[in-house]
């Protein structure tokens, strides 16, 4: 019986995933078709013929780490009609423990995007399309900030652009010290200290 051919959307996430491993144990800088074509034992062309240019296939590499987060980022979920019990804060505790690096897993595809965001920061095009992933999660938490603002259980005495801003730079600064600096943060205190802050930063006053 003959071997079924791989299809070309399989040989996209196949490269991809060979891409994200490079990444994340050598760093974007030695992401390149060469290395990654020993890397995946083929020559270049696969990954030219897919991909086109590396910028392409970093976003398509940034962009597989959002795979099944609990954020839609082209289609936002109105909590609106959430019931009376519903917790804003742990919902978004919830959302940003999907990227924080509190297992391998998360610790691996959190350096890749944050490898491919430090990276875009000199390539303009890229960091654009970097940035439309980031602002439909903008989009999600300010929808539950409003929320949990209305029903009286998020502080309200500064913008929810703000509240939005400082609920990522936490974030972000957990990620960082959890991935780059890890003898300061150990993985059993991450989710902890991710809850305790949210509850300090976005609590009513």
């Known amino acids: 019986m003959a071997e079924r051919r791989e299809t ?39 990954f030219t013929h897919a991909f086109g240019t590396r910028d392409a296939l970093l976003r398509e590499v940034a962009l597989s780490t959002w795979e099944g987060s609990p954020v839609d980022v082209d289609a936002p979920v109105d909590p609106a009609g959430a019931p009376a019990d519903w917790d804003p804060i742990g919902e978004l505790e919830r959302i940003g423990s999907h990227w924080l690096p509190a297992t391998d897993a998360r610790a691996r595809d959190e350096r890749v995007y944050l490898e491919i965001v430090l990276h875009c920061m000199t390539r303009p095009e890229l960091w654009r399309e970097i940035l439309g992933f980031s602002a439909g999660a903008n989009r999600q938490v300010a929808l539950i900030l409003e929320e949990g603002r209305r029903r009286g259980r998020v502080r309200n005495d500064l913008p929810v652009e703000d509240l939005v801003m400082a609920y990522w730079s936490f974030h972000a600064g957990l990620g960082l010290v959890a991935v780059y600096e890890a003898p300061y943060l150990p993985r059993e205190r991450i989710d902890p200290l991710w809850r305790a802050g949210l509850e300090a930063l976005l609590g009513p006053r």
């Open 8 to 46: 070309a959307d399989e040989r996209r996430a196949r490269l991809v995933v060979v891409a994200r491993d490079l990444i994340a144990d050598e760093g974007v800088a030695a992401c390149t078709f060469r290395r990654l074509a020993k890397a995946a034992g083929c020559s270049t062309r696969p």
